[in-house]
């Protein structure tokens, strides 16, 4: 079942002779439960790209449509609430919030829409992710790698459509890396998440199920690896 599709999608900056063309007619679609790899060279286009499919930012033309909503159509507030209930995004920055236990960094897409906790399902992230024993704790008191882990949970307690990650490995040494990768793997394959994650690093995108390759604004290769 297709999950996400790019139809033309561009993203054009500034005007004139400042023009700046980010993304040039993008065609994209993804299936549910696949693990995608976005590469490129640094300004080729990728975090634009991701960024958009996020409802972050708008396209300039195209459509972007997710779970069969077009998000290029809605305004600011109406992505905001589509973002926090349908995609989950997980940066290089773990962007936790510091005076707030792990447990609650965790629920905080639920929490804004008062929504009730699946207690069964919370426990299986937690435990995939291996920080049920650190929910109490604040998040300068654990590792980076835990601290990811965290970031992880919370972007998956909504069950998203789309987890959305960029760089979730750059601020992480070798053996963090490894498992932060290992977890979206388990994510993806214990969970049937979706995942589409931009990286520069050739060995983390060949974990993945599909590479696709950004260059100059353009998709120039998407290869499906098994």
Do not use: W
């Not at 919370?154 to 990768?181: V, W």
């Not at 353009?218 to 499906?224: A, E, M, V, Y």
């Amino acid at each position: 079942m297709e999950i996400l599709k790019c139809d033309g999608v561009k993203k054009v900056y500034g005007c004139g002779d400042n023009q700046v063309t980010a993304l040039d007619k993008i065609d994209l679609s993804v299936e549910k439960g696949e693990f995608v790899a976005i590469v490129g060279a640094s300004g080729s286009g990728k975090s634009t790209l991701l960024h958009i499919l996020g409802s972050v930012d708008k396209p300039t033309e195209g459509k972007v449509i997710v779970g069969g909503v077009d998000i290029s159509l809605m305004n600011a507030t109406q992505a905001a609430i589509f973002r926090r209930r349908n995609v989950g995004l997980v940066y290089q920055f773990y962007n936790l919030i510091p005076t707030l236990t792990i447990q609650k960094n965790i629920l905080m897409p639920l929490l804004l829409d008062k929504k009730k906790v699946n207690q069964e399902y919370f426990e299986q992230v937690v435990n995939s992710l291996g920080i049920s024993d650190k929910l109490n704790f604040l998040p300068n008191q654990l590792s980076g790698g835990q601290q990811q882990r965290a970031a992880i949970a919370r972007a998956l307690i909504y069950r998203p459509a789309l987890l959305l990650a960029d760089e979730p490995t750059g601020n992480l040494d070798q053996k963090n890396s490894k498992e932060i990768i290992d977890m979206l793997k388990l994510s993806n394959r214990n969970l049937n998440q979706t995942i589409l994650m931009i990286t520069h690093d050739e060995k983390i995108a060949l974990e993945a199920d599909r590479i696709v390759t950004i260059e100059d604004g353009r998709i120039i290769s998407d290869q499906k690896r098994r």
